[in-house]
């Protein structure tokens, strides 16, 4: 819609006619996407935000009540590393941490993962734009579980929603709405004839298939969270239809191993491995489980002899490290370059072991609340309506408490990439930490659907 950029508005008064558009059909506030890296070279020596105040000034004349936003579109290839490094700052979605990322149609899911990776490590919120174009996603539905998990958003355009003709892509969509993964509705708005700047009936779609509560969060609550920097609220999904209060039980009981509970979360220090441990939720309360999943505490390997190491205070020339032994205080060395390489490799995945621990304690005490919470209404004399309107409202909490604390998750892990690779350390236990918390979430999350298909 910004116009002469790219593809979209070719001048002022395309602009201003699709702008019209768009407060005809109840819209109010616009968050413009132009392109600045597109393979097709569109608006790449164009100064975006010259553009865009001219234009906000022409919108504010005729229409007061009415606020356009800038931001854009990333285009992520093979060499996505170096388009993020490049690009990905000027993407930023108002100024936010949230970025738009579009791919070619038929990227690889390895492609897709491994950006939503790097841009979150980074510190970007990635937003997949008409997720519902990607080949290989819609060939599989697991591609796309992957990248929710990964913690990408999903925006779907409205149009194909509305009005789409191929039954596999209605068929896809419509998937992706049953199980609450759509983040956005967007326009993709692009001329007045075509791709136009509609979405009023969409929502009508929505709220009339789904509910309003769902339509609402889609087309207004997590674009205003968008904007204005904050947690957009990911739906908490049931896992399949039936006793309603029997499914959010069950999903609060996830919640409460999962909510940071994996990426070394719920280990004890020392060289033993320790378990991640489930919860089952009966009649009478919360009951542990058998432990499944395994991870160990970061270690160094073993020297030839047996040692025990002690990184001291400096009292010798900075940059010497002693190693204490058992044997007498006149035997001891002064450590090898390599040596200090590992201790000190030790030394950062320790410390940021321990913090990520510290999430487990309040966040699953977090958890715990809300799963007495969800429990209660169970016994509460109330209407059916006024105990789903609780079981919502716990459960979109409970949504937020999840994102913030993969927020969290993925903040720490990029600073302690950014502090391995500043000393030119290998950085596998990142990935490891990242790893072993979507394991928990999948294994989790698997055991629960197989307990309530037991139990129905």
Same mark, same amino acid.
């Not at 579980?145 to 998990?149: A, I, S, V």
């Given at each position: 819609?910004? =116009?002469?950029?790219?593809?979209?508005?070719?001048?002022?008064?395309?602009?201003?006619?699709?702008?019209?558009?768009?407060?005809?059909d109840g +819209?109010?506030?616009?968050?413009?996407?132009?392109?600045? *890296?597109?393979?097709?070279?569109?608006?790449?020596?164009?100064?975006?935000?010259?553009?865009? %105040?001219?234009?906000?000034?022409?919108?504010?004349?005729?229409?007061?009540?009415?606020?356009i936003?800038?931001?854009? %579109?990333? #285009?992520?290839?093979?060499?996505?590393?170096?388009?993020?490094?490049?690009?990905?700052?000027?993407?930023?979605? *108002?100024?936010?941490? #949230?970025?738009?990322? /579009?791919?070619?149609?038929?990227?690889?899911?390895? &492609?897709?993962?491994?950006?939503?990776?790097?841009?979150?490590?980074?510190?970007?919120?990635?937003?997949?734009?008409?997720?519902?174009? #990607?080949?290989?996603?819609?060939?599989? +539905?697991?591609v796309v579980?992957?990248?929710?998990?990964e913690?990408a958003?999903?925006?779907?355009?409205?149009?194909?929603?509305?009005?789409?003709?191929?039954?596999?892509?209605?068929?896809?969509?419509?998937?992706?709405?049953?199980?609450?993964?759509?983040?956005?509705?967007?326009?993709?708005?692009?001329?007045?004839?075509?791709?136009?700047?509609?979405?009023?009936?969409?929502?009508? &779609?929505?709220?009339?298939?789904?509910? /309003?509560?769902?339509?609402?969060?889609?087309? @207004?609550?997590?674009?205003?969270?968008?904007l204005?920097?904050?947690?957009?609220d990911? #739906?908490?999904s049931?896992?399949?239809?039936? *006793?309603?209060?029997?499914?959010?039980?069950?999903?609060?009981?996830?919640?409460?191993?999962?909510?940071?509970?994996?990426?070394?979360?719920s280990?004890?220090?020392?060289?033993?491995?320790?378990?991640?441990?489930?919860?089952?939720?009966?009649?009478?309360?919360?009951?542990?489980m058998? $432990?499944?999943?395994?991870?160990?505490? $970061?270690?160094?390997? =073993?020297?030839?002899? $047996?040692?025990?190491?002690?990184?001291?205070?400096?009292?010798?020339?900075?940059?010497?490290?002693?190693?204490?032994?058992?044997?007498?205080?006149?035997?001891?060395?002064?450590?090898?370059?390599?040596?200090?390489?590992?201790?000190?490799?030790?030394?950062?995945?320790?410390?940021?072991?321990?913090?990520?621990?510290g999430?487990?304690?309040? @966040?699953?005490?977090?958890?715990?609340?809300?799963?007495?919470?969800?429990?209660?209404?169970?016994?509460?004399?109330?209407?059916?309506? %006024?105990?789903?309107?609780?079981?919502d409202?716990?459960?979109?909490?409970?949504?937020?408490?999840?994102?913030?604390?993969?927020?969290?998750?993925?903040?720490?892990? @990029?600073?302690?990439? *950014?502090?391995? /690779?500043?000393?030119?350390?290998?950085?596998?236990?990142?990935?490891a930490y990242?790893?072993?918390?979507?394991?928990?979430?999948?294994?989790?999350?698997?055991?629960?659907?197989?307990?309530?298909?037991?139990? %129905?």
């Open positions: 819609m910004l =116009p002469g950029v790219d593809d979209g508005a070719n001048d002022m008064t395309v602009a201003l006619q699709m702008i019209e558009l768009a407060y005809e +819209i109010r506030h616009i968050l413009l996407t132009p392109h600045v *890296n597109h393979p097709n070279g569109y608006g790449l020596t164009i100064d975006h935000e010259a553009v865009f %105040e001219a234009f906000r000034e022409e919108v504010s004349l005729i229409y007061k009540d009415l606020e936003y800038l931001g854009a %579109e990333l #285009y992520l290839t093979k060499d996505y590393v170096a388009d993020i490094e490049k690009h990905a700052d000027r993407c930023r979605l *108002n100024g936010s941490d #949230y970025v738009l990322v /579009e791919f070619e149609r038929l990227c690889s899911a390895e &492609l897709m993962l491994n950006s939503v990776y790097e841009l979150k490590i980074r510190g970007y919120k990635p937003i997949l734009a008409h997720i519902e174009v #990607y080949d290989v996603c819609r060939k599989s +539905i697991e579980e992957k990248l929710k998990q913690g958003l999903l925006q779907i355009t409205g149009a194909n929603w509305l009005h789409n003709k191929d039954r596999n892509m209605h068929s896809f969509l419509k998937t992706l709405f049953e199980k609450r993964w759509i983040d956005f509705v967007a326009s993709d708005a692009h001329g007045v004839r075509r791709r136009r700047p509609l979405l009023k009936q969409a929502y009508l &779609l929505t709220e009339r298939k789904f509910d /309003e509560t769902y339509a609402k969060r889609l087309f @207004y609550t997590n674009t205003e969270a968008v204005q920097n904050k947690a957009v990911r #739906y908490t049931t896992i399949r239809k039936g *006793n309603r209060l029997k499914v959010v039980m069950i999903s609060a009981a996830v919640l409460v191993t999962l909510v940071l509970a994996a990426s070394a979360m280990l004890t220090k020392g060289t033993q491995e320790v378990a991640v441990v489930e919860t089952q939720v009966s009649d009478s309360g919360l009951t542990e058998t $432990p499944t999943v395994d991870i160990t505490e $970061p270690k160094i390997e =073993p020297q030839t002899e $047996p040692q025990t190491v002690v990184v001291t205070e400096p009292q010798t020339p900075v940059g010497e490290v002693i190693i204490e032994t058992d044997k007498p205080a006149e035997e001891s060395k002064v450590v090898s370059q390599e040596d200090k390489q590992n201790l000190l490799k030790l030394e950062i995945e320790t410390r940021y072991f321990d913090l990520l621990k999430y487990q304690a309040e @966040y699953t005490a977090i958890a715990d609340a809300y799963a007495a919470k969800l429990q209660t209404v169970r016994g509460l004399m109330i209407s059916k309506d %006024e105990k789903n309107a609780l079981v409202r716990y459960l979109d909490e409970l949504s937020f408490h999840e994102a913030t604390s993969d927020d969290k998750v993925y903040d720490l892990l @990029y600073a302690m990439q *950014n502090e391995l /690779e500043a000393a030119k350390l290998d950085v596998a236990k990142v990935q990242r790893d072993g918390y979507h394991e928990v979430k999948t294994n989790t999350k698997s055991y629960y659907i197989d307990l309530l298909d037991v139990n %129905e």
